[in-house]
C-alpha cells in the first residue's frame, strides 16, 4: 500500500536533489515530531481557552493542583515544576491573580517568603479545564492503536532520558 508523500517526504526530496552529497534521513523523525508537537499543542490550546486559560496559566493552575491541600506552593516551587523562569512565573501569577484565580500570601515562618495559592474560582477552573483536556488528551492518543501507543510511549521515554542525559 503506497501513500501520499507528506510535507516532510517533499522537504527531503528537495534536500536530496539539491544535496545529494547529505544525509537528511533525521529530517523523517525531527521533522514529524516537530509539526505534530505544533498540532498538538493546537489542539491542546483550544481546550486552554475554553476556560479562558493560556498554556502558562494552565500549566500554573494544574501544578497548583496536584500539589495537593492546600493547593499553596512558593513561587519558586512553582517556576522549578513548570519549567519556566521566575519571572515568567511571576508574569503568570499575576494575570491569574487578576483573575482571581490564586491568591499571594507572606509565608506563616518567613515574612520575606510568598505563597501562591489557588483559590476556590481558581480550583473550579482547573477542575473543569483539567477534566476536558484528559478527555481531549485520550482523543488525541485514540487515534493510534493501543499497541502503537505503547510502544511509542517507550521509544519517545527513551529517547528523552538519553536526550536529557539520564541514559547512556
Do not use: C
Request: hydrophobic share 40%.
Amino acid at each position: 500500500m503506497t501513500r501520499e508523500p507528506d510535507r516532510v517526504d517533499l522537504v527531503q526530496a528537495q534536500w536530496r536533489a539539491e544535496r545529494p552529497d547529505l544525509d537528511v534521513s533525521p529530517q523523517g523523525l525531527v521533522g514529524r515530531l516537530h509539526r505534530l508537537a505544533g498540532a498538538l499543542t493546537e489542539e491542546l490550546l483550544t481546550v486552554y481557552r475554553r476556560h479562558g486559560l493560556g498554556e502558562g496559566e494552565f500549566d500554573v493552575l494544574a501544578t497548583l493542583r496536584r500539589a495537593g491541600d492546600p493547593f499553596e506552593l512558593a513561587p519558586g516551587e512553582i517556576a522549578q515544576s513548570t519549567m519556566v523562569t521566575t519571572g515568567a512565573v511571576s508574569k503568570r501569577l499575576d494575570r491569574l491573580a487578576e483573575a482571581g484565580l490564586v491568591s499571594r500570601r507572606r509565608a506563616a515562618g518567613d515574612a520575606r517568603m510568598r505563597v501562591v495559592g489557588l483559590t476556590a474560582a481558581g480550583r473550579r477552573v482547573i477542575d473543569a479545564a483539567f477534566d476536558e483536556h484528559l478527555r481531549n488528551e485520550h482523543r488525541l492518543v485514540g487515534l493510534l492503536d493501543p499497541d502503537d501507543r505503547e510502544q511509542l510511549e517507550g521509544l519517545l521515554r527513551r529517547w528523552l532520558d538519553r536526550l536529557e542525559g539520564r541514559e547512556g
